[in-house]
């Protein structure tokens, strides 16, 4: 009976354990697939904080390997193929790669989300470090009974059934990285209304700071709190200031979208403000956009004066780089400026398109998958 009890707890073990990193390892693998260049850009954030930014070429090819290996190893995981092969993977994946890093990002803190779960879940470096501690006893307890696991499959199928993960997570991938991410878990949403996210509730908490007055007397330094730092005559010098933060107030969806014009003029509020259709052309860096797309821009542009809609080019370059690209590609609209990371964070693309109607976003485009005529009318005759 004893034995019985603590073989059916072994196997309680085995499957939570099971089903912990399965889950874990194909969501975080699944969100990287949705949007590989989100993934390829917070790399290239790791990469900053490590001056290692030489590296910066292999930002996008390891965003997808990463992805197809996490997702499709959480899937063959829990289908129980490959045990031995999978569990010692992840192991290895855990002990040698991503609870070191976290262990870095917890004592340097170089950047504040390490893109675990990509946009869908933004989690501390505290919170990571824990979550890759537990994940690390689950995967050396599950490789350690790794023939415990109960298949869901025939295992005769095991090697064509996970080949056909990884297929199909790898085209999912390079689908969401030549068009867009088929899940848009970022602020910039088709249905998002830009002015609500950038607006903050009358009643929303606020930050809360905590402001520290350092003084020095006959070689002494000592901070004092404003409510009882030394008067006048004291003896005490001022020598600084301290502001910690102390609670983290709300912060609005939306906070860097700010669009300047040539003349260094701020006409964000007039964009948002306009009522009716504003085409947004989004070319991060406009000299790294690919000119084989400027004839299909330059339609849509027609297509909005024709039709009494606005046409905007955004870059995040200098007026020269600006000027050579409409230049060259016969561009007939207006370019503003608006940072680099807010335009990579609308649309992966470079250049993208996006479609506002009063504010709210009603179509976003790759440059793939530039809209034709007829879908534009669809579009608009159904807003």
């Known amino acids: ?17 099971r089903v912990v990193l399965g889950i874990t390892f194909a969501f975080s693998g699944f969100v990287k697939a949705v949007d590989p260049l989100g993934t390829a850009y917070k790399i290239n954030e790791y990469l900053e904080s490590l001056q290692m930014t030489y590296l910066n070429f292999l930002s996008l090819p390891v965003s997808v390997t990463l992805s197809v290996l996490e997702c499709s190893l959480g899937i063959i995981v829990l289908l129980g193929i490959w045990r031995k092969l999978a ?22 803190n170089p950047i504040q989300d ?21 994940l690390s006893i689950c995967a050396l307890f599950l490789w350690s009974y790794s023939k415990r696991m109960t298949p869901l499959i025939d295992l005769r199928r095991r090697t064509v059934t996970a080949i056909g993960v990884v297929v199909v997570v790898f085209g999912f991938a390079i689908y969401n990285l030549i068009y ?10 088709i249905g998002n209304n830009i002015k609500e996210m950038l607006t903050i509730p009358p009643d ?15 070689g002494e330094i000592q901070k004092f709190s404003m409510e009882n730092y030394p008067k006048e005559g004291s003896g005490w010098e001022f020598v600084d200031t301290e502001v910690t933060l102390l609670k983290k107030g709300y912060e609005a969806p939306v906070h860097d979208f700010t669009i300047t014009t040539a003349q260094g003029e701020d006409i964000t509020q007039e964009v948002l403000d306009y009522k009716g259709y ?62 680099d990371a807010t335009l990579r964070t609308i649309v992966r693309s ?3 398109l996006v479609l506002l109607h009063n504010a709210t976003i009603v179509g976003k485009w790759s440059r793939n998958n530039l809209p034709s005529e007829n879908k534009l009318n669809e579009i608009i005759n159904n807003n």
């Open 1 to 17: 009976m004893e034995k019985t009890t603590k073989m059916l707890l072994l196997k309680i073990a085995v499957e939570t354990c």
């Open 87 to 108: 569990t010692w993977l992840i192991l290895i994946m855990m002990l040698c790669l991503m609870t070191p890093l976290s262990m870095y990002l917890l004592m340097e």
């Open 114 to 134: 390490c893109g675990c779960f990509g946009d869908a879940l933004v989690i501390t470096n505290l919170q990571t470090f824990i979550k890759n501690i537990i």
């Open 180 to 189: 867009l991410p088929v899940i848009d878990f970022r602020p910039y949403k």
């Open 204 to 218: 929303a908490p606020r930050d809360e700071f905590e402001t520290t007055l350092i003084y020095a007397k006959d």
């Open 278 to 339: 504003t085409f947004l052309l989004i070319a991060h860096k406009v000299e790294n956009a690919s000119v084989s797309y400027a004839a299909q821009l330059n339609e849509i542009a027609d297509y909005a004066a024709k039709n009494g809609h606005h046409f905007l080019g955004l870059a995040a370059s200098v007026p020269e780089q600006i000027a050579a690209w409409s230049s060259l590609t016969h561009a007939a609209y207006q370019f503003c400026t608006m940072d």
């Open 350 to 352: 470079n250049p993208g």
